[in-house]
Every structure is written in C-alpha cells, then in structure tokens.
C-alpha cells in the first residue's frame, strides 16, 4: 500500500508539470511565432497568390510575436522573399487573433509594379550596374543572379498614377497588362520617378575612391535624382565608409 502511494504521490508532479505546459501554451506564452509557423505560411502563400504571383516561390524569413499598441490593436510581421519574376522582397503585417494576413494599401501591388518598371528601364541602368560590379560592389536587397541591381524607387505609390497601377494589376489573369502599362507609360513614370536609391556593399571605400565613383554616376546615369548608398554604415552609431551623397544628374 505503501509503495502504490509513493507511485501515487510520486506521478503528481508530472501531471502537475504536464497541466502548466498546457495552459501555458493555451495563454499564447512561449515562441508564439514557431507554434504558429505553419498556418502563417499558408496565409502568406495565399496572400500572394490572389496577386497573380507563384506561392510556390514565396520564402518566410522572419515571423514576428504580436505587438500591441496603445490604442489596444494588435498586429504581427512577417518579412518574405519572392523568388518568382519579379524577385522582391517585403513585410507585410498579420492579425494575430485569425493569422490572416492584412495589406490594407496594397503595397504588394506597388511593390511588383517598382520592380517591372526597373526591369522596363534595363538598357538605360545596364552601365551602371556594370561599372558597380566591376568595383566588386554587391547589392543586399538582391541575389546576385537578378537581372535588376542596386536601384531602388517608389514611384508607384506616386498619388497620380497609383490608381491607373492598380488597375493594370488586377486585369487579366497574369502581369502582362500591367507591363503593357508600363511600356504605354515609360516616358510618364520617369518624369514622375525624381527619386531613385541606389544601394551597394563594399568595405575599405576611401574619399579619393568614392570621388572617383561619384564622378562615374553622373556621367553614367539617366537623368534624375539619386540617393546613393555604396560602402558600410554603422547603425549602431550612424558612421558611414564609402559615398553617401545625393546626386542630382540634370
């Protein structure tokens, strides 16, 4: 009798342990982001195919916990790259009570439209990424394989044609009207797009270097204005190496 106590006494903890792991994990403690992995996935994989993109080409790199706000809302992040044509990458937030994913400004469609228009924008761009690269200068936003290097704009969420943008998006089945709208447009949406960054990663750039490159993208570039970004920067104490200038090429 004795001994079936001890049994008894002894498989308390265990239950004991085993009901505080569950209600632990049913109050939304411990990595929140990991037990919803899964279902986050497929909802960002659906979010991206009712933009006519391949969900199959959608990777997740990051899923973060919800944060609330002061005004009592809550919301999470997921950052996700998109192998597919064209290659972009983008966070988008979520509804941590359903998962669902929310874009309430379909940046998504912006985001596809910057890219198609760089790409529509390849013959003019070409010699300077090609001068970039034979510096040994890399881009961070991109792989190495992509056809587009560097450039970075904004113009489609430009308040004049953002509308005419989503439209092309969403007719047809595919992208082709959007980049028939592009190719109708180009002249328009280079007069719209004033700012353009360009991006690239190379450590040891010195004054006399980045003068010299500075010097090369004027005479390289189309014209409009740049923000240019070439060497590393210190975020921690916003120390920068390299050219960090704005260009203005008339």
Known sequence: ????????LGAIPLVLLLLVGVIWMNNGF???SERNRE????NVKFFVARYKLDQDKVEIVTIGNPQKYPTGEEEFRVYFRYYGDPYFAMDIKGNPDTLSIID?????VSRVFNELYLQARYDELAPTMDYLHSLN????????????QFFQTNVGIDPQINEEVREAYKSGDDL???????ETNLDKLKRLDSGIDIIGNKEGIDEVEASAIEAELKALLPRATYYVQ?????????????LYETLRVP
């Open 39 to 42: 279902e986050i996935e497929e």
């Open 137 to 148: 200068i890399e881009d961070p936003l991109r792989p190495e394989e992509e056809k587009i």
């Open 1 to 8: 009798m004795k001994y079936k106590k001890r049994l008894i």
């Open 104 to 108: 309430r400004n379909e940046r998504i």
């Open 176 to 182: 082709k009207e959007l980049n028939d709208y592009i």
């Open 30 to 32: 411990g990595d929140w």
């Open 230 to 242: 070439i060497g590393v920067k210190d975020l921690s104490t916003g120390e920068s190496e390299g």
